[in-house]
């Protein structure tokens, strides 16, 4: 069979923004196709009603798209020179598509950086981000928004910093931003804020029959508050009601489900911040519990063959939502009798869901399948093939099935992976590379991963494993405050022990290892804790918890909360946990990964550690990809995207005896 190499994943589709029209018979999304020449990714319109699938149009860049009725969308997009320098001005200009017709036109333009998110009848629903100063842009005049536009070009140069965090990790700098909602009328034009001033929103839902706005937030006050106040604005009246503001709980989305509000949201209270989301309802202004998860609602299950977001819960007779339960992404039917059924397990993981014409479409990732969408039987819980975007893409090339592996210990059970080389001889010997996800609340499972593939295809042993930390079993496993490079390296040195023994083909001085983020993170610690690695490459990763507090998005909150100190009254308990105390201990070769970007994990926290091994001589190199952001192994730019893969392939391959 064929090799899968660094480049193939030049060749795969994208499956996103999936979702149905308000009479369910029509569903539409995105497929997008990495395009190394322009260093982009292209863009394409397909809509179903569940028998049938059309291309519509090209979209060039546009990644995201509602619907306005049955028959049309509106998306984001430009088509002529003038339209394009009219959003490098702040404008917002949107198309209409009408399935119909299959015709484009011009729909709405905004002098400001409006997101139409809802459509309510002879209203638009509008979201932005502003500062008090962009704030101005739809409200002035041409001459006078043509002065503020010059205005703020000149202080494009500095950032005026009062909040905390300043920047977020693929947003760029949002000091002074504040998330708002607005109603445009399409009768006469006019704009009407529905919050202002240092009120931010996180989430908000509109009720079926379109009376009621619900959303969430918090008056931002000097730093990002985890909880959040709850409002409903009635949409008939214009009145806005305080449903909660008790501020104990972090609410992560809303749903309806007949008459009731259910809320998904934590008080943190037992796991901190990485507790897993209940359903809650509203009674006397405060939250009644509806019903206690076990599993985290939505899917951590990680891959690089993905682009784009989906839906993950929807409702309609009952609500319909994803957990990541295990090592694999699990579809669940919550009802109003507080009954909770879990209505189909995907071997894999299902990337989002609608229902078309009483159909559920899924896509999803099928084992060892890149991305396509399914239709599910309900009837017969059968999962039936309904597109074959990357069936050429992967005709006859080899395609490694990981082999699970279970670690039993006397708490718990550690769940992994191998994948084998093509033809793989029990007489020979191979050098491995274990892989560590990030996170640490993410999981790995039984679905494509494109640089796994490329390595097995080379020849490599790969293997990787849900340590504790890991998502999918519950928050007492998960939960690994202040013991970072404890029990989580634990059980990765015991999987690695168990792979070796059930594997003595694997070459135990050709060993190799790699992660990202939190497991960047681990890397950092097992070099500084053992020789055992050939070589390591470590991405996008933590070195120094104390530097981190300070300087990364999540940083106030995250390593306060993970690390279970604080950076100047627990000084000892968060550097006792960072690798970068360890780092003249270190001996093995080290590639660094890291993007400028990058805003989740600084690349000081490389810099840091870098410069440590380079002034004790051991061989390491840090290749700092300018302009890419933390996802650069998921939503980079394509050429960004095969120059990583590369210079850790490269590293690996250097160190081969």
């Known amino acids: 069979m064929k090799k899968i190499t660094h480049e193939r994943f030049l060749e795969y589709k994208f499956i996103s923004q999936l979702k149905s029209n308000e009479s369910g018979r029509l569903a539409a999304f995105l497929a997008s196709k990495p395009n190394l020449e322009k260093n982009k990714y292209d863009y394409e319109l397909f809509y179903t009603d569940g028998l049938m699938k059309k291309r519509a149009l090209k979209l060039k860049d546009t990644s995201s798209f509602i619907f306005e009725t049955d028959d049309t969308i509106l998306m ?5 020179k003038q339209e394009e320098k009219d959003k490098k001005d702040f404008k917002s200009i949107y198309y209409r598509y009408t399935f119909s017709t299959e015709k484009l036109e011009k729909a709405y333009q905004f002098n400001a950086p409006f997101s139409i998110v809802k459509v309510l009848g002879d209203k638009l629903l509008l979201q932005g981000s502003f500062t008090p100063q ?12 043509k002065d503020l536009i010059k205005d703020m070009k000149k202080s494009s140069l500095y950032e005026d910093i009062t909040d905390l965090p300043f920047y977020f990790n693929g947003a760029g700098f949002t000091a002074n931003e504040r998330d708002h909602l607005f109603i445009y009328s399409t009768v006469d034009g006019s704009i009407k804020p529905l919050v202002s001033g240092n009120f931010t929103v996180d989430g908000f839902l509109v009720s079926r029959d379109k009376t009621t706005l619900y959303y969430f937030g918090f008056e931002f006050e000097n730093a990002r508050s985890l909880s959040s106040d709850l409002y409903a604005y009635d949409l008939i009246n214009g009145v806005t009601t305080t449903l909660y503001n008790g501020k104990a709980f972090e609410i992560s989305d809303l749903y309806e489900l007949d008459d009731l509000l259910l809320i998904a949201a934590t008080d943190m209270k037992t796991f901190g911040l990485n507790q897993n ?3 809650y309802t509203l009674k006397d202004n405060d939250f009644e519990l509806f019903y206690e998860m076990f599993d985290s609602i939505g899917n951590a299950l990680g891959s690089d ?7 993950s819960g929807f409702s309609k007779d009952a609500l319909y939502f994803l957990t990541t339960t295990d090592d694999h992404i699990t579809l669940n039917k919550l009802t109003k009798n507080r009954v909770l059924e879990p209505l189909y397990k995907m071997d894999g993981s299902i ?5 078309v014409n009483d159909k559920l479409l899924l896509a999803g990732l099928y084992r060892q399948k890149l991305q396509e969408l399914y239709v599910l039987d309900l009837n017969r819980f059968k999962l039936m093939p309904f597109t074959s975007f990357n069936r050429k893409a992967m005709a006859n090339y080899y395609v490694a099935k990981p082999k699970t592996i279970e670690l039993d210990k006397k708490t718990h059970t550690v769940k992994g992976f191998v994948l084998l080389p093509e033809d793989f001889d029990k007489s020979k010997t191979y050098p491995a590379i274990l892989d560590i996800h990030g996170g640490p609340k993410t999981i790995y499972g039984k679905v494509y991963y494109h640089e796994m593939q490329v390595w097995a295809n080379m020849g490599y042993v790969v293997f990787f494993c849900n340590p504790r930390g890991s998502d999918g079993k519950g928050d007492a496993f998960a939960d690994i405050r202040g013991k970072y490079g404890t029990i989580d390296y634990e059980d990765i040195m015991d999987f690695t022990d168990l792979v070796l023994k059930r594997f003595p083909q694997i070459d135990q001085k050709q060993v190799f290892v790699t992660g990202g983020s939190y497991g960047g993170f681990m890397t950092n610690w097992i070099v500084s804790h053992t020789d055992r690695f050939k070589a390591a490459a470590t991405q996008r990763s933590i070195s120094n918890w104390i530097s981190f507090y300070g300087t990364s998005d999540i940083g106030f909150y995250f390593a306060k909360d993970q690390t279970d100190g604080h950076p100047l009254l627990d000084t000892d308990k968060l550097w006792a946990q960072s690798p970068l105390k360890y780092a003249m201990n270190v001996k093995t070769p080290l590639l660094f990964i890291h993007s400028d970007e990058d805003y989740r994990c600084p690349i000081e926290q490389a810099m840091q550690f870098y410069s440590v091994l380079k002034t004790n001589q051991v061989d390491t190199k840090l290749v700092w990809f300018k302009g890419e952001n933390h996802d650069l192994s998921r939503g980079g730019k394509p050429q960004a995207r095969l120059k990583r893969l590369n210079e850790i392939t490269n590293w690996f391959e250097k160190y081969q005896d």
């Open 277 to 279: 989301p209940s359903f």
């Open 305 to 311: 063959v993905r682009l784009g977001g989906n839906q």
């Open 351 to 355: 990337d989002g869901f609608t229902f």
């Open 134 to 145: 962009t704030s101005k842009l739809y409200q002035l005049e041409d001459g006078e928004r």
């Open 76 to 80: 984001p997009y430009t088509k002529t």
